[in-house]
């Protein structure tokens, strides 16, 4: 590398990073802003748009730009709002006079100050998912308040409701975590000194809740959650709250867990149990640190573990950590445990599909299906799609119309170069040979080294190439007939056949995808009608055959890289109060954008 070369970048850097300097400084008089590690906002508005994930299971509770939070059990479990009072008079909390919200990687914080309940002193909290248990624990401190304010908590509205997409965030409808009356009428509390079980929902769930041992415990009505003052001195009627008061001076605790997750006599020190959830936190989000001159990327890495962590749940990772919390094979979700130390876990999620693979060969003719209108093969085992070399979705052998066998073998592939486990090759070497030759004669039936490619990207729900010869489903078996040639080799065997099928690939695509005149690889070349070449790439046309090492040299990596800063659309960001702000988002395509 020149040194102009260096020197080019690292002016480059230190421009950009004078830039996000600025930009930070304006964002935080609106709207969010980077502050070391943390994402942080001050009097936000949005509402249970932040999750916090806990032990690898569906629970998880959310947050908001404000001290609340709404907990997912799996299904609603009820929420917490937070009011202050000085004896006199009440407000809720998101009205103080200062909120100051930050996210750091797995933990919600808060500091509030308000002059007429907090007089100079401020209130802190800390919101935390147990680090063995599914449950909330929050962490409050108290400092220089009289010693007449108090905290409100109000509980309630656990009704087990299952939303469409798990309360994912522009999915389902924004309320979903709102304390309403008619979600608390089969709530069912017994309050014992500091302490709270409920009962809710048609399976009577449990929840357990533990108070400040200060605190002052109610029921409330909550036909008025609208009016705080005629909440506070309500009595129950249909729809019980549960009213928390207590003192906040100095540090205290509060609570909600799942009993079915850990013993209740367990959960009454819950100061041990908020350094042992923090422990389990840092342990995730210190995987990955980044520390650049780039504000607004250095939070990103701490984010990215504890996500990562969030789609794992034993055996196998699942395709999102709220919304599509399912388990889909070969998402881009199985790379996550090489990448962060966590090899266990990418075996399991391997060795678990490999179990799934389908070993008998076609006996039926392609059938495609009627009821939806011969756009894609019926589920019928035994025809070429779900026949030796499939994987199903899950240990109930689910037929799908995706192809997750290409990334999930790319995976696998991956994992045994990084690993260079030889003993770990041999056992899945026939799940990779009746992988190769299922590819073959589903997508490459005319044996012309280019493949067509079926819903095997996570663009794929929107692409249709119609039998088309495609770059990147053929970049991705150019590169596992390359690795599979080496691996034959390493564990003793003859893998001539696959080294011949990547150079056949790598020739094909280098001379009917290759756009030499321009500089890119094209998007496909059609099956039907012309045979035309679609030049108008899409990004994971680039980044896949980047990926695959379909450019040797990197010089046709070097040239796809600038189709993709000058011929893909660059979408200005701008925001109400900076306008232009530099910055742009990179549409996946120039004639389509994915949604």
């Given at each position: 590398m020149n040194r102009l070369f260096i020197l080019k970048q690292v002016v480059i850097g230190i421009l950009l990073s004078y830039s996000n300097l600025q930009f930070a400084k304006a964002s935080m008089h609106e709207g969010y802003y980077p502050q070391g590690n943390n994402i942080v906002c001050v009097n936000g508005t949005h509402r249970f748009t932040r999750a916090i994930y806990g032990t690898n299971t569906p629970f998880?509770?959310?947050?908001?730009?404000?001290?609340?939070?709404?907990l997912y059990m799996p299904n609603l479990g009820g929420s917490m709002y937070f009011a202050l009072t000085n004896?006199?008079?009440s407000k809720w909390i998101d009205k103080a006079d200062y909120i100051q919200a930050s996210y750091s990687a797995g933990k919600r914080s808060y500091i509030i100050k308000d002059s007429s309940f907090l007089g100079n002193g401020?209130?802190?909290?800390?919101?935390l998912a147990w680090g063995d248990a599914d449950g909330i624990i929050v962490k409050m401190e108290g400092n220089n308040i009289p010693a007449s304010a108090r905290l409100i908590s109000i509980f309630g509205g656990a009704n087990d409701e299952h939303f469409r997409r798990e309360g994912d965030l522009g999915a389902d409808r924004p309320?979903?975590?709102?304390?309403?009356?008619?979600?608390?009428k089969d709530n069912r509390y017994v309050l014992k000194s500091n302490t709270v079980t409920l009962s809710y929902g048609e399976n009577k769930k449990e929840l357990y809740g533990v108070f400040p041992l200060s605190a002052e415990l109610e029921l409330v009505d909550a036909a008025y959650i609208d009016d705080l003052n005629t909440l506070l001195h309500s009595k129950v009627q249909e729809a019980p709250l549960v009213k928390a008061v207590y003192p906040i001076q100095g540090y205290a605790y509060l609570s909600f867990i799942n009993p079915a997750t850990t013993s209740i006599a367990g959960a009454r020190n819950l100061a041990a149990h908020y350094e042992k959830a923090e422990r389990c936190r840092l342990n995730i989000a210190n995987k990955v640190v980044l520390k650049t001159p780039d504000l607004f990327l250095n939070p990103v890495g701490g984010n990215l573990a504890i996500a990562a962590d969030a789609v794992w749940q034993s055996p196998m990772y699942h395709h999102g950590s709220i919304g599509w919390r399912i388990p889909l094979l070969g998402w881009r979700h199985c790379y996550i445990g090489d990448f962060l130390g966590w090899r266990d876990r990418s075996r399991s999620h391997f060795d678990y599909y490999a179990k799934l693979q389908m070993t008998e060969m076609p006996d039926k003719p392609v059938i495609m299906d009627a009821n939806q209108k011969l756009a894609r093969a019926a589920y019928i085992k035994g025809t070429p799609m779900y026949s030796s070399?499939?994987?199903?979705n899950c240990q109930e052998n689910e037929l799908y119309f995706y192809d997750m066998n290409l990334v999930y073998i790319d995976a696998l592939l991956w994992h045994l170069n990084w690993t260079g486990d030889l003993e770990y090759a041999k056992k899945m070497w026939p799940v990779i040979e009746r992988h190769l030759a299922w590819e073959k004669r589903t997508?490459?039936?005319?044996?012309?080294?280019?493949?067509?490619a079926l819903c095997c990207i996570w663009a794929s729900d929107a692409l249709q190439y119609s039998s088309g010869a495609v770059t990147h489903s053929s970049a991705y078996n150019y590169r596992a007939n390359k690795i599979a040639s080496i691996i034959a080799e390493k564990i003793g065997l003859d893998g001539a056949r696959y080294k011949t099928e990547a150079d056949k690939i790598a020739?094909?695509?280098?001379?009917?995808?290759?756009?030499?005149?321009?500089?890119?690889?094209a998007e496909y070349k059609g099956y039907m009608g012309n045979n035309k070449l679609h030049e108008s790439a899409a990004a994971w046309t680039v980044y896949h055959a980047i990926d695959s090492e379909l450019s040797d040299d990197n010089f046709q990596a070097y040239q796809a890289g600038i189709y993709a800063i000058n011929g893909l659309p660059h979408i200005p960001v701008k925001t109400d109060f900076k306008g232009e702000t530099g910055n742009s988002v990179v549409s996946t395509t120039n004639w389509m954008p994915y949604e």
């Open positions: 998880r509770f959310e947050t908001s730009d404000f001290p609340e939070f709404g004896g006199k008079q401020e209130l802190k909290m800390d919101f309320d979903c975590f709102y304390i309403k009356p008619e979600r608390c070399g499939y994987i199903a997508f490459d039936g005319n044996d012309d080294g280019l493949y067509d020739k094909a695509i280098n001379e009917q995808l290759w756009i030499k005149k321009k500089g890119w690889w």
